[in-house]
């Protein structure tokens, strides 16, 4: 039994030492305890995401910018669906689903910590005409997984920021 525990203690002791953090969680800076999310749709699939993420990480997600501290400002947020692709027959046979979202971090004063920065993530996905609502499935289903990739690659931009 007291093996166990030594062993189950050393493990423990190596992954803190490497920097080995649970997934979803993040070291953010100081100035996020209490944030303001200044966006245009925050309270669609994606800002409710980021704010249940960003609170499930010690963020006070405010109501008003002048509760916060700081104010995650993302300008843009969109998804972009193009033709990735074209069969032998001029028919599109993949189409590349792209989530782009520019954001800042403020502090309480409107003061920039940190540039404006974008972050583009995309997938690409097969089409049949002849299986339409199946690709359509597959859209909604790749918009979920940007969706949550995009948050934790949020997270990770924020955790670089000086604290």
């Known amino acids: 039994m007291k093996k166990r525990l030594l062993i189950g203690c050393l493990i423990v002791g190596l992954l803190s030492g490497c920097g080995f953090q649970l997934r979803g969680s993040a070291d953010l800076p100081i100035a996020m305890e209490h944030t303001y999310l200044d966006m245009p749709d925050r309270y ?67 003061e920039a910590l940190s540039s404006q920065r974008q972050v583009v993530l995309f997938r690409d996905y097969s089409f049949n005409s002849q299986e339409i609502l199946a690709s359509q499935r597959e859209e909604e289903f790749l918009r979920g997984n940007l969706r949550n990739d995009m948050v934790n690659e949020l997270l990770r931009r924020l955790e670089q920021l000086e604290s």
């Open 44 to 110: 669609g699939e994606f800002g409710r995401l980021l704010e249940r993420s960003l609170e499930s990480n010690g963020v006070d997600v405010v109501s008003t910018a002048e509760q916060a501290g700081a104010v995650l400002q993302i300008s843009q947020a969109q998804f972009v669906n193009e033709a990735a692709s074209f069969s032998g027959t001029a028919l599109i046979s993949e189409f590349r689903l792209t989530f782009r979202v520019r954001f800042r971090l403020l502090d309480e004063q409107g």
